[in-house]
């Protein structure tokens, strides 16, 4: 019977600790919610998105032209001269792949998240 009651005293007191952990993971979570960190990720992803759906259209309206690096065909054609590679102007936007990671981030997170629930 001691022994029964020892275990029932370790779990009751496992258990509330468990509880005061919950208690300041809470506070903690509370804490963070105060310092703003919401708005600097809805300023991150308003960003995204202008570069990914509204900046490539304003930018080709206007004419803005962007000079990217032409890639050459590398290895010995380097050395002969036939596949160097050279800059080039182009009109538009260019959209990096980053850019295009961070808005399928986005996506997954805001989209996948509802479909948690």
């Excluded at 275990?7 to 919610?33: C, H, P, T, W, Y």
């Excluded at 990720?41 to 930018?59: D, E, G, K, Q, S």
């Excluded at 803005?64 to 050279?86: D, H, M, R, S």
């Amino acid at each position: 019977m001691k022994l029964i009651a020892a275990q029932g005293e370790a779990q009751s007191r496992n258990f509330e600790m468990l509880l005061q952990k919950q208690v300041i993971a809470d506070e903690s979570a509370d804490k963070a919610e105060a310092r703003g960190g919401v708005w600097v990720r809805r300023v991150f992803v308003f960003f995204i998105l202008f570069a990914v759906i509204v900046a490539p259209f304003l930018l080709s309206i206007v004419g803005t032209p962007v000079t990217v690096e032409k890639e050459g065909l590398g290895g010995i054609f380097n050395l002969l001269g036939l596949g160097a590679g050279g800059w080039e102007s182009l009109n538009g936007f260019v959209l990096l792949p980053e850019v295009r990671q961070a808005m399928l981030a986005i996506v997954g997170f805001y989209f996948g998240s509802s479909q948690v629930r």
